[in-house]
């Protein structure tokens, strides 16, 4: 709460005599002179009888004066006021900067540094596709221009493009190359296969069975020969024939014993031999057909990837080499900044302190760097910044009055639109105390003078109390989290009152007072000390000299026993070297 000066109490004593509720101290009674002593004879005299009341006297005339010098020293010459029931607005107060609900910013897009060759001029009304900023074609301090940057990658993108073409049919063949490799061990697999199967199915058969046939017909052949040798040797007994004819079928017989002989060994050779043999050939050819169509095709598969991975690298190649001609002919493009859309042409100036530089022509800016405001007038707005101890009472939708200044007779309403989520940390290294939210308010009109950065200063209505009791606010208060007002009794006793919503006049009183308490409207220092203090604050303060005091005695020293005061060991003096003290020049009296 604010202190009045005995000036200031002086005048709005003097206001508000006429005001009904409100009154001011009567005049000081003056002490009464004391009665001039009597003659000497008749005092010494008359000293025994008037003894006791001369002490009654003293005494009431002492009690009078200390009574009186506290009562000049507690009960200043101030006004009261007497509690009523009221009607009032609650007003929060702000300063704030007029802007364009709608903002576009025009930014440099050319990479590195650029030098602004022209410059439109500040508050000028442009429309969509108006020239603003035109930039110097240096290349952005890289040592050539743009012209010549775009003729070199125009060269490397026709290198890169002829690349990923030559890289494109490469890869067509190595496909089809691969589609034909494969192909062809498929195929020989595929006969090899057939060839075991031809000859398990029909070869073998075949030959075991033309090896048992001669077999069969070696012994057939061996029966009839051995019938015509007995038959023979019969007949050559009887001498129906000739000794040679006789030898003759002998021989035969014997003949196609051997045959018989000749056809079992052929038949066991091509059952366990030559079967066998050519089982097993056939058998590796389709197990290396196999392999080699795996292999095939894990080559073609392993060249396929690298040539396709050849390809995707050319073609990222063409793209970064296409987009960078691309980049530069845009940034040859972004030169020349064209307005998006309508507005008022407002140089970008930052809101950090240590960035003094301004937007002109020479002055050099680098990429992604504001240059230009385009704020829409249409809807204005306010930015108002709200302590964090009032964002409680602010709330969307809330009615506003806002005067700008240099816009005199005219208050602009409006409402508040947008709520600070988190306080502003722009000014934190100058006051990191203060704590502020950036909230919005938007106007209901706007106005041919109204422009972006004025100041302006907003009244938001938070809400209208009807018929409460209400103290103003001089006579709250405040100390260790309670609120407290004087009453006008003239023993300067003070009361704890419970406080609801304020404005900047008046504070709704919720508990504490009622309706025809007089509270004083200011208050002296030696008043003020009569406030409780906080018993938390007392216990706080209290337990840390009980910890301090408990270090002290851990670490052992001599601490000081003044009372109020924690005790502190003393710090011990380290001893001196010999030599140093050698040194030191002699003390008289040491």
């Not at 007994?237 to 003949?255: A, M, Q, V």
């Amino acid at each position: 709460m604010t202190r009045l000066t005995e000036p200031e109490i002086l005048a709005t004593r003097a206001q508000r005599s006429s005001i009904p509720g409100l009154q001011s101290v009567g005049p000081r009674r003056e002490i009464p002179e004391r009665p001039k002593p009597a003659p000497a004879a008749k005092r010494l005299s008359k000293l025994w009888l008037m003894l006791p009341l001369l002490l009654v006297a003293a005494s009431a005339c002492t009690w009078y004066l200390v009574h009186r010098y506290r009562a000049s020293r507690i009960e200043p010459d101030v006004t009261y006021f007497e509690i009523d029931r009221m009607s009032f607005p609650v007003i929060l107060t702000a300063k704030g900067e007029i802007k364009a609900k709608k903002n576009t910013e025009i930014r440099c897009e050319v990479e590195g540094r650029s030098t602004i060759v022209w410059l439109i001029e500040e508050g000028k009304q442009v429309k969509e596709g108006d020239l603003l900023v035109e930039l110097a074609n240096d290349g952005g301090g890289t040592g050539s221009s743009i012209d010549d940057r775009i003729k070199k990658e125009e060269i490397d993108t026709a290198t890169a493009k002829a690349a990923l073409e030559n890289a494109q049919k490469n890869h067509e063949i190595q496909l089809d190359l691969n589609e034909s490799n494969i192909r062809k061990a498929r195929l020989t697999l595929e006969l090899a296969e057939l060839q075991l199967k031809k000859y398990v199915e029909g070869d073998a058969v075949q030959a075991e069975e033309a090896a048992k046939l001669a077999r069969e017909e070696a012994k057939a052949v061996l029966d009839r020969r051995e019938d015509d040798y007995t038959t023979s040797k019969q007949l050559f007994e009887r001498g129906y024939i000739t000794k040679t004819e006789h030898e003759n079928d002998k021989f035969l017989e014997y003949k196609a014993r051997l045959e018989l002989q000749k056809a079992k060994l052929s038949e066991e050779i091509v059952t366990t031999y030559s079967h066998q043999l050519a089982l097993r050939q056939m058998q590796s050819a389709m197990e290396e057909a196999k392999k080699d169509l795996e292999r095939t095709i894990k080559r073609a598969e392993a060249e396929a990837a690298q040539s396709k991975a050849n390809l995707e690298a050319k073609e990222a190649l063409y793209g970064i080499q296409e987009d960078k001609l691309n980049k530069l002919k845009q940034q040859r493009e972004n030169l020349k900044i064209h307005a998006p859309g309508p507005g008022m042409v407002v140089y970008h100036r930052s809101n950090r302190y240590w960035d003094t530089q301004r937007i002109e022509v020479g002055a050099s800016v680098h990429e992604r760097q504001a240059m230009i405001d385009l704020p829409d007038p249409s809807v204005m707005q306010v930015e108002v910044k709200i302590n964090e101890s009032q964002m409680d009472k602010l709330d969307s939708d809330l009615p506003v009055t806002v005067e700008v200044e240099g816009i005199s007779g005219v208050r602009f309403t409006g409402q508040v639109t947008k709520l600070g989520v988190l306080a502003d940390s722009q000014n934190r290294w100058l006051n990191p105390n203060l704590k502020e939210y950036t909230n919005e308010v938007t106007l209901d009109q706007t106005h041919a003078d109204l422009k972006p950065g004025m100041s302006a200063t907003a009244e938001i209505l938070v809400t209208q109390l009807e018929n409460v009791l209400a103290a103003p606010v001089q006579c709250v208060f405040t100390k260790g989290g309670h609120s407290y007002v004087f009453l006008a009794n003239g023993d300067g006793g003070y009361k704890e009152v419970k406080l609801g919503l304020a404005s900047t006049e008046y504070v709704e009183v919720i508990d504490g007072l009622q309706e025809g308490d007089k509270v004083c409207l200011a208050v002296t220092d030696e008043m003020k000390r009569t406030l409780p203090t906080d018993v938390a604050s007392a216990e706080a303060t209290k337990a840390l000299q009980q910890i301090v005091t408990e270090n002290a005695e851990k670490r052992g020293g001599k601490r000081d026993k003044r009372p109020g005061n924690p005790e502190t060991p003393k710090r011990e003096t380290p001893a001196k070297p010999e030599a140093a003290r050698k040194n030191q020049p002699s003390v008289p009296g040491k």
